[in-house]
């Protein structure tokens, strides 16, 4: 196998590629600009039903245990409300990779997070059907949502990296093994 190109961008590069290439238009980004207030206003609900299929999971409960629900509430809004920020720039890429590590870093299995996509999807369509253009921002919304979601899984690619290249001796190496080859 050979080196790839996408292997020598690193750190913050990666953040500003992953920007770049989601390719928002301008008029994606007023869009969800437009349907920050509508998002606010659904971010409750969201919240709520986003924790009450964490609860209602043994496997995913267990990382609540002595949390305080009414931050981890406030933080979880916060994420929800700025999707629709319409400001997708370096800054909030590194606010969604420090999410990534943390949930990193208290040992969360990557497949969680991504299946509660599956709560997040209906909030963002439903804030987007309320649009004047419901196509152009369902569109806008989904793109930002794989932005958050391709950042947050950097975060684990990058700790799987970081420990392996220390056992192997080498990042190459180490991408190497984790391609199979």
Not at 7 to 25: F, G, P, R, Y
Not at 26 to 31: H, K, L, N, Q, Y
Not at 117 to 131: I, R, S, T, Y
């Amino acid at each position: 196998m050979e080196d790839r190109s996408s292997w020598q961008i690193k750190d913050e590069a990666t953040l500003t590629e992953l920007v770049a290439l989601m390719n928002l238009s301008p008029e994606e980004i007023a869009v969800m600009k437009d349907m920050l207030p509508e998002a606010q206003a659904a971010a409750p609900g969201m919240t709520k039903t986003f924790y009450e299929r964490l609860f209602a999971h043994d496997a995913t409960a267990e990382y609540l245990k002595n949390v305080s629900m009414d931050r981890l509430h406030g933080m979880v809004q916060t994420w929800f409300a700025e999707l629709f920020s319409g400001q997708y720039d370096n800054a909030y890429a590194q606010r969604r990779l420090t999410i990534g590590h943390v949930h990193v870093k208290i040992g969360l299995p990557v497949r969680y997070p991504l299946a509660m996509l599956d709560v997040v999807m209906p909030f963002g369509e439903q804030v987007a059907a309320k649009h004047a253009n419901p196509t152009l921002a369902a569109q806008a919304f989904r793109k930002v949502l794989a932005l958050d979601v391709a950042i947050f899984n950097q975060a684990y690619e990058d700790n799987q990296l970081k420990h392996l290249a220390e056992l192997v001796g080498g990042e190459r190496l180490a991408r190497r093994l984790l391609a199979g080859t």
